[in-house]
């Protein structure tokens, strides 16, 4: 075990990619051990990538991006650009508002960040807002695509923990959604405090003339989520089954509604899907030799017996774990994290009598805000680099937003019918 530790944290310090970090330290265990052979960590990689539950991950990052060509997302940021018209730091406002229609859509929060710092980034410059400010609240608040469906994060979690899909897709409506008001409420306030767009004499309101419209053009992307849900609901397809039916929708609306998805965008659409795809299920495939040495090693047992030590509270043993999962965050990639902790922390919440999809919300929301945290946050880079803004200004200038998440955080691990009580409606307890 020694070895494998030692391993994954040199690598992981030299920068080298994180899929290389868990495969080469998975294979050193091996070396190890002379029960364990190389063809079983060679076997181990290869049927990590035979699951056929995974398919849904690529099949979701395929819609993503075909509605991203096709004019779905124009269309939200009109409808958000809308409902945000009157308020203080409007434009700001518009990114809070965007990640919660785009949540439906994309599924990823380094996308969906990067998306919205390109689009609003330039326009926010112009009119004040400073660079930290700007990377900040694009960045962190595209962390409500974490728990709208459908979230990359919830499928992986459920797949490898054979949790309900569609349960978690229905639990994760109400925290995104109290994320948005926390968020826009965070948002109001910083703006006021730094005199950013201020809105004009009287407010710029809407008639309902104009949200009738604006919802006409957008109604196609709102209804996915919803029809996500209703279909695994009723039985009309399977989770995995899903993202294919993701992919027919996006490239029908796309040709025949909005009538903006050609081949050229088609092509590009495809090109960018395989590079995330790519880099995703390598880093999959090579986490089963690392999983395999977790589990040969009996580190969740130790793990469970430590943590079960300092105290048996349902809630503060979550609390223990989300601090868990915030600090390897910040290092770890969010995948990585869902593939080799998910079966470490889910038989502890089991048998600390915690519903499985109110801690996997929890997790998804957690291990999510690693990619928008110093030192290695993909996120946080991405939209700094998109508009060359300095790490230290980033930095502090999302502490208010963090606080924000923090606090929503607490209110759902105290509170769990906010999380429990849509799923349990729609498919029973």
């Not at 793990?303 to 300092?310: E, R, V």
């Not at 990585?336 to 902790?341: D, G, R, T, W, Y």
């Not at 930095?395 to 955080?409: I, M, N």
Request: charged fraction near 10%; glycine fraction near 10%.
């Amino acid at each position: 075990m020694s070895l494998l530790l030692i391993c994954f944290v040199i690598f992981l310090v030299i920068g080298m990619p994180i899929a290389f970090v868990i495969g080469i330290a998975g294979f050193a265990y091996f070396f190890t051990v002379p029960y364990l052979t190389y063809e079983t960590a060679t076997q181990m990689i290869v049927s990590q990538s035979q699951s056929f539950a995974f398919l849904a991950v690529p099949f979701f990052i395929f819609a993503g991006n075909l509605m991203n060509v096709s004019g779905i997302t124009n269309r939200l940021l009109g409808l958000a650009r809308l409902l945000t018209r009157g308020m203080y730091g409007g434009t700001a406002q518009i990114s809070v508002v965007m990640s919660t229609l785009m949540g439906g859509v994309s599924g990823s929060a380094t996308a969906d960040a990067a998306m919205e710092t390109r689009i609003l980034g330039p326009e926010m410059m112009r009119i004040g807002y400073k660079k930290g400010y700007i990377c900040a609240v694009n960045c962190i608040t595209a962390l409500i695509t974490a728990t709208i469906p459908p979230s990359l994060g919830l499928i992986i979690f459920g797949f490898v923990g054979e949790v309900s899909i569609g349960r978690l897709f229905a639990a994760g409506l109400i925290p995104g959604v109290l994320m948005m008001a926390f968020l826009m409420t965070t948002t109001s306030i910083t703006s006021r405090y730094h005199r950013y767009d201020p809105p004009a004499a009287g407010g710029l309101k809407f008639s309902i003339k104009e949200l009738i419209e604006n919802l006409k053009e957008s109604v196609w992307a709102l209804l996915f989520p919803v029809i996500l849900i209703v279909g695994i609901r009723f039985g009309i397809f399977t989770p995995s089954e899903s993202g294919a039916f993701a992919v027919i929708y996006a490239i029908l609306i796309g040709r025949f509604v909005y009538k903006e998805l050609n081949w050229q965008n088609f092509k590009e659409a495809l090109i960018t899907t395989l590079k995330d795809n790519g880099a995703i299920m390598l880093i999959i495939a090579m986490s089963g030799p690392f999983s395999y040495a977790l589990t040969w090693v009996k580190l969740p047992v130790i793990l469970s017996s430590m943590i079960f030590g300092i105290t048996e509270n349902p809630q503060t043993l979550v609390l223990i774990m989300l601090g868990f999962l915030f600090i390897t965050g910040m290092f770890v990639d969010s995948n990585v994290n869902f593939l080799l902790l998910t079966p470490i922390f889910l038989p502890m919440v089991k048998d600390a009598g915690i519903d499985p999809v109110h801690f996997g919300v929890l997790m998804a929301t957690v291990v999510t805000l690693g990619v928008m945290t110093p030192p290695i946050g993909s996120a946080l880079y991405t939209v700094c680099g998109i508009i060359k803004c300095p790490v230290e200004d980033y930095t502090k200038a999302s502490l208010p937003f963090l606080g924000a998440v923090l606090l929503e955080l607490a209110i759902l691990v105290f509170l769990p019918d906010l999380v429990l009580w849509l799923p349990n409606m729609i498919f029973g307890t």
